[in-house]
């Protein structure tokens, strides 16, 4: 059974940081292209970053050079390191894990509240 937890949420002031972090169990996790997403209230959920299963990443415009993905393949965990937030990067923070190997495999974490503000 595949399981995605994530931690590291809280509370910040504008301008802090955060490292989220996201451990799989259960699957190939080198395999899999690990995403974290974000959902503020009243909005859309959104791609925020992407690692490839050889560590290419890529990033949605509104956090390029403040938030940085990695993986830790021998510890079957992603990370997301925040650094200068803001308090619209308020939202609750999902990590996916995707690949397509004939069928679509997809999964998510429970997500993890982070909230930025005085």
């Known amino acids: 059974q595949v399981q995605l937890v994530e931690s590291g949420g809280g509370l910040v002031q504008p301008g802090g940081s955060l490292r989220l972090s996201c451990a799989a169990s259960?699957?190939?996790?080198?395999?899999?292209?690990m995403n974290w997403y974000r959902q503020a209230p009243g909005k859309q959920r959104e791609l925020v970053a992407a690692?490839?299963?050889?560590?290419?990443?890529n990033y949605v415009d509104s956090v390029k050079g403040r938030f940085t993905i990695s993986r830790d393949n021998a510890k079957n965990t992603v990370y997301l390191q925040m650094n200068s937030l803001r308090p619209e990067d308020t939202a609750v923070y999902y990590c996916?894990?995707?690949?397509?190997?004939?069928?679509?495999?997809?999964?998510w974490g429970q997500g993890t509240q982070v909230t930025v503000s005085s």
């Open positions: 259960g699957m190939i996790f080198s395999s899999y292209v």
């Open positions: 996916n894990a995707n690949k397509v190997q004939w069928v679509v495999f997809d999964y």
């Open positions: 690692i490839s299963s050889g560590g290419s990443t």
